[in-house]
């Protein structure tokens, strides 16, 4: 059916409007055939109807009615809801409301989020220190290698009997932390979590996918390939004298905007933390069960990292207390260098305890595991610096008894009961944006993170509204938001150009690197520059010296690497597609 001819000049009036603002805020990459589909329309709207037609107009395959008018509230948003769940014709479309812009052009299909799945794990390809990137693998993002980290100092910090002040170590390898060139133990713990993790839950999905990074058809699936690069130099950041762990490999203060082969200041090692060494902990525990199954590909690899990880736990339990949380103003005061680099101090130790505790009852067990004195009674979101869940998380997948994995699915199902009833309150039909704390530094990790615990709730009860409501979180991240942004480099038509992210501003290539989320609107605004929009959820603006909202991180990345590759693994047994 053509589109009705009235519009006609609604159709020329929304071409300059969708220049400024498009008032159509949808998932721009698109959605599953049998999914659920839903847009919101910004107000004030001058039709209770709305369309969707093929980009040109010239067929209509949908009409549907705009649902009552919501007031956002943490901006001052009016929108109202398009469903369109019920359109199962594949293709590529737009949303029409007359008199308004057309919306974005999107897709709907069986596998709409295929190069996205690939792009968001690639990423972490693009962060890789040490080596050089080869077109090959990187496109027109080829760049030399940066920072060997062959001559790392010890800083004094650091320092002891064995290692003092100024020893020369290597720590080579490893990924970059976010925008900035250094690289920090306690942010790699959760991300090497979330990666480890999904290919744990989904062995057989990961098994089949492909992202081409120099590893590829090693037989070894790529989401291990790419994590090995981070653990072989998370290794290195052991003490080998005594088990613990140092903090971060760092440079003093912040690159400039160079690309890594030009940024060449001293590196350094700094103090052992027992964040670090539980964190480091952890992982390791985790990575001996899983790269086990691969010892053809690396022999020794799953006993070192059980080693590494019983003498970090071993260092850790006998270095508690304030004294081994790393505080870097306290350095600073009587030690040089001083460092002016990512800090990630943490107050309190014992929800990394609690999570290495966990990994290590389930890779070693033994009677130095067998108990615990006080189970950890949080079960907030995690990130860098609250891991207790992390090790819920594990002990779901890997129980002691029948009992205690029904009692951890019930759990999961009780915390996102309570973010479903909240959802129903939030003018965008998402989960994201619980409250104004969702809209912080880094808040695009929370949509991401939020979507995982509701994957857990739909594995524990394989009920299909958990896993929509995680899919309105990927909705969120990729467009249906207030700022109308698609949060990831290279996707979508309005996405991030300018992220904070050192190679991306000095490579001299317009399109960023690709596969990258960034932070996301940040009502602290910490950045101290202009923001056009100042609300708790527009609180946004696409400028590479807006790091408040606009810089990259590897622990941003891995949640969406679970989220949208569990989707993509789930999509037939929900039914989302067809087979």
């Given at each position: 059916m ?13 071409a300059f409007?969708?220049a ?15 999914g ?14 709305f ?29 109202r ?43 972490f ?8 990137l ?19 100092l ?66 070894v ?10 653990l ?40 052992k ?9 952890a ?26 990880a019983?003498?970090?736990?071993d ?26 680099t990512?800090?990630y ?9 609690f ?160 596969g ?54 789930l ?9």
């Open positions: 053509k589109f009705p001819a009235c519009f006609t000049g609604a159709l020329l009036i929304g409007a969708m400024q603002e498009n008032p159509v805020r949808l998932n721009q990459s698109g959605f599953y055939t049998a659920p589909k839903h847009a919101v329309v910004m107000g004030p709207v001058p039709s209770d109807s369309f969707i037609t093929t980009p040109d107009g010239n067929d209509t395959v949908f009409r549907g009615t705009l649902q009552p008018e919501m007031i956002s509230r943490y901006s001052s948003s009016r929108t809801m398009a469903d369109f769940s019920d359109l199962e014709m594949k293709g590529r479309f737009v949303l029409r409301v007359p008199g308004m812009a057309v919306s974005y052009p999107f897709n709907i299909g069986d596998a709409p989020y295929h190069d996205l799945a690939a792009a968001v794990l690639k990423g390809y693009f962060q890789r220190a040490s080596m050089p080869d077109a090959q693998y990187a496109g027109k993002w080829a760049r030399p290698a940066g920072h060997p980290d062959t001559r790392v010890v800083h004094p910090s650091a320092a002891d009997g064995k290692r003092p002040a100024g020893t020369v170590i290597a720590s080579p390898g490893g990924w970059y932390d976010a925008g900035d060139y250094n690289k920090y133990i306690v942010n790699s713990g959760i991300t090497m979590y979330m990666l480890l993790s999904a290919y744990e839950v989904f062995p057989a999905y990961f098994d089949r996918l492909n992202v081409n990074i120099p590893e590829s058809d090693n037989g699936p790529d989401i291990l390939d790419e994590s090995l690069y981070n072989r130099w998370m290794l290195t950041m052991q003490d080998p004298n005594d088990g613990g762990v140092y903090h971060k490999c760092t440079n003093a203060g912040f690159d400039k905007m160079v690309m890594p082969h030009n940024a060449t200041q001293p590196r350094y090692v700094v103090q933390s027992s964040t670090a060494t539980y964190d480091f902990a992982v390791m525990a985790m990575a001996s069960r899983i790269y086990l199954p691969f010892g053809d590909q690396f022999p020794g690899l799953a006993d070192s990292c059980r080693r590494a019983v003498r970090a736990w260092w850790a339990e006998q270095h508690t207390g304030a004294a081994y949380l790393y505080r870097q103003q306290a350095i600073n005061r009587t030690m040089k260098p001083a460092i002016h990512g800090e101090g943490d107050g309190n130790a014992a929800d990394e305890r999570w290495a505790y966990m990994e290590l009852v389930t890779a070693v067990g033994g009677q130095k595991f067998d108990s615990m004195e006080e189970l950890f009674a949080g079960h907030a979101l995690p990130n860098w610096y609250t891991v207790e869940t992390l090790g819920h998380w594990s002990a779901y997948r890997h129980p002691a008894k029948p009992l205690h994995k029904k009692g951890m699915g019930e759990l999961f199902m009780r915390q996102a009961d309570q973010l479903i009833r909240a959802a129903e309150k939030n003018a965008f039909g998402t989960v994201m944006g619980q409250t104004p704390a969702d809209f912080t530094w880094g808040g695009n990790s929370n949509a991401a993170t939020q979507g995982i615990l509701l994957v857990y709730a739909y594995l524990a009860s394989q009920n299909r509204i958990y896993l929509d409501h995680a899919l309105s979180n990927l909705d969120y991240l990729l467009g249906r938001n207030a700022a109308g942004y698609c949060f990831v480099t290279g996707f979508g038509e309005k996405r991030p150009m300018h992220p904070h992210h050192r190679p991306s501003v000095a490579d001299g290539i317009a399109d960023p690197v690709p990258l989320l960034v932070g996301g609107p940040n009502i602290r605004m910490e950045d101290g520059g202009k923001y056009p929009f100042r609300e708790a959820e527009t609180a946004y603006v696409d400028r590479d010296s807006a790091y408040a909202c606009n810089e990259i991180a590897i622990n941003w990345n891995a949640p969406l690497v679970f989220l949208v590759n569990a989707l993509e693994a999509k037939v047994e929900a039914g989302y597609v067809k087979e």
